[in-house]
C-alpha cells in the first residue's frame, strides 16, 4: 500500500516553455501532498505544501508564479514549472499523505532538463 | 531548517547490524520521529516513525532515548541494497500544517 506515482519520469524541454509534472496517490486519498526539489548531490528541499481543494502554500523563496500547483482531487496534484529556464533543471519528488500530520510517502522523482 | 543532526556519512559490513544515530534535542513532546532512506536517483522511501516508544518493522528498528532527545536506526542486517542517504526528520509545523523538512541525512555504504 502507500503508493505514489509520478509522471512523466523524465523530461526534457526548451527554455521558455512549459512543463507539468503530476503526481498521484494510488492507492488513498491524499489531503495534503508536498514538493520538493533536489538539486545533485544535494538534500530535497522543500518547495510547498497543498492542501486538497485549497491554494497551496509555497515555502520562502520559492515562486508561486512560476512554479503553479494544483491539488483538485484527493489522488491528483500537478506542479507547472512556467517559463522554465536551465537553473529550472532539477529533480523535482512529490509526496503525498492522507492528513496533514500522516506519514508522507513519496513518488519516484521526476528529472526535468531544460535545454 | 532541519531539527535534527546525522554524522554525514558511516560504514557497514554486509551482514552485520547498521546503527545509524541522530540527534534531535529540541524536539517537542507531540512530534514524532521519522526515517526515510534515499537510494541514488529514486524518490524517498518510508522505513519507521515513532514517537517514545521503540518500535520495530520489517526493515528495521528505532530505538529513541527516554528524554527523546536522539534516538538510533538500527538495520538488523545491513545488504549491499541498503547503501543509501538515511534521513532523520522531526516534523515541524508551518503555516500549512505539519511539513517535512529535510537535512543532509547520513550516506550509509555497505560493503561486502
Known amino acids: 500500500g502507500a503508493v505514489v506515482s509520478q509522471h512523466p519520469s523524465r523530461v526534457i524541454c526548451k527554455s521558455g516553455t512549459s512543463v507539468k509534472i503530476e503526481c498521484r496517490s494510488l492507492?488513498?486519498?491524499?489531503?495534503?501532498m508536498f514538493w520538493y526539489r533536489q538539486f545533485p548531490k544535494q538534500s530535497l528541499m522543500l518547495m510547498a505544501t497543498?492542501?486538497?481543494?485549497?491554494?497551496?502554500?509555497?515555502e520562502q523563496g520559492v515562486e508561486k508564479d512560476k512554479f503553479l500547483i494544483n491539488h483538485a482531487s484527493l489522488t491528483l496534484s500537478t506542479l507547472t514549472v512556467t517559463s522554465a529556464h536551465p537553473e529550472d533543471s532539477s529533480f523535482y519528488i512529490c509526496?503525498?499523505?492522507?492528513?496533514?500530520?500522516?506519514?508522507?510517502?513519496f513518488g519516484p522523482g521526476t528529472r526535468l532538463l531544460v535545454l | 531548517d532541519a531539527k535534527t543532526t546525522q554524522p554525514p556519512s558511516m560504514d557497514c559490513a554486509e551482514g552485520r547490524a547498521a546503527n545509524l544515530p541522530c540527534n534531535h534535542s529540541?524536539?517537542?513532546?507531540?512530534?514524532?520521529v521519522y526515517w526515510y532512506r534515499q537510494i541514488h536517483s529514486q524518490g524517498p522511501q518510508y522505513i519507521i516513525h515513532?514517537?517514545?516508544n521503540n518500535e520495530t518493522n520489517e526493515m528495521a528498528s528505532l530505538i529513541i532515548t527516554e528524554d527523546r532527545k536522539s534516538s538510533t536506526l538500527i538495520l538488523p542486517h545491513a545488504t549491499l541494497r541498503d547503501t543509501a542517504v538515511y534521513y532523520c526528520?522531526?516534523?515541524?509545523?508551518?503555516?500549512?500544517?505539519?511539513?517535512?523538512?529535510f537535512g543532509a541525512g547520513t550516506r550509509l555504504f555497505v560493503k561486502a
Open positions: 492507492d488513498f486519498q491524499a489531503t495534503t
Open positions: 497543498s492542501n486538497e481543494g485549497s491554494k497551496a502554500t509555497y
Open positions: 526528520i522531526v516534523r515541524v509545523v508551518g503555516t500549512g500544517g505539519f511539513k517535512t523538512i
Open positions: 509526496s503525498a499523505a492522507q492528513g496533514a500530520s500522516e506519514t508522507q510517502y
Open positions: 515513532g514517537l517514545k
Open positions: 529540541t524536539i517537542s513532546g507531540n512530534e514524532y
